[in-house]
């Protein structure tokens, strides 16, 4: 917005000092002009008045110029205000002006001093003009302060603006801040709880397991130990089937092992024997084949130096031989069985072979088969086979067994 005077553009207190110097100038003009004006009109209203009656001459200055002065003064206090009065003050202001104008120069025109008009008109104008001047003096003056209070009430309302604005940032910050603090307080929280109901979680499943782990140890040494039992059962009542039996058969399968030993040995040495009688025979053949004989001379007969004897070789094995032959003579039935099974188990703790049966010593023929081991112990190949052996082999696994828990026993 514009301002409406140069004023405008000044300070409130400039303003205020120019208004202070306008009234201070007004007033010492009017009552220059008012003293001027008694003193000058009040001959010219003796003049015109009887004697008697002279004395009031003063009177009709003094009252229009207490006009003028009503004039200045409400023109003064409406224009502060920012008002207008209308015509009626325009019209008594111009009327006093003209009637002191009149009455100053009245005596001088009526002795035809023109000089003396020109003088005495100076105070009347300077008062209309000066009452005239000043109302736009006024007017502009109290458009300057209405707008220099319009100006600070806008200024004031921006300023309390940018503070609400201000305020109102710093709240908005403040806010955001306590709901970002909130929210990690509440993330923290969240946090927290989850790290430990993890933690509860592991704890209450590391129990479990350990409730699970020792209810499977004890439910598995139970087991063990019922089959064990059970077992050890089986094999005592195995036992004494099996030496019943034994004391049943043992004359006779004695008299059959013997009768077969006599019979295998009757045979290996007739087949030496054959063998022998055929390489002498070949060897004599050779030898009358490579050498000419002369006539009439007969072949000598080879020496039996020359006989060749084929030598069989069996390769190395962990297990000493045994003597298949009388081995455990003197034992009884379960103490021959226990030596027997001994050896068995050495053999089977020193095997190398992916499958053990595929080990010369347990394949058929072999030392630990389960003929031969029901033969070295007097019985026959059918019950080596069906009886010793499984329970040879059962007797292992069961130490295998026993020595595994005693070591997990000694670890733990």
Known sequence: MAPSSPLADKSEAEVRAAERVLMAGTWAITAGAILFSVLTVTPLVESVTPAKWQWTAPILPIVVDAAVVIVIQLDSVISRLGGSGGAWPALLRWMTGCMTLLLNVGNSALHNDWVGVAVHSTAPLLLIVTAEAGLAYRRAISDALAHIQSEKAAAAERHRQEREATAERVREAERRERQEREAAEQKKRADEERVAREASEREEARLREEREHKLALEKERTERAAAERKDAADREEARLRTEREYNLRMERERAERQARVDKEKADREERAAAERRREEREEKERLA??????????????????????????????????????????????????????????????????????????????EFCGSNLGRRLGRTDAAGRSNVKPKFERWYLESKEQAEEKELAGVS
């Open 289 to 366: 084949a490579l050498t000419p004989q002369p006539v009439g001379v007969s072949p000598a007969k080879p020496s039996a130096a020359h006989a060749v004897t084929a030598r069989v070789t069996r390769p190395a094995r962990a297990v000493e031989a045994v003597v298949m032959d009388n081995e455990f003579a003197g034992m009884t039935q379960s103490d021959a069985e226990r030596a027997l099974f001994e050896l068995y188990r050495a053999a089977r703790d020193a095997n190398t072979f992916a499958d053990w049966e595929d080990n010369p010593l347990f394949a058929p023929g072999g």
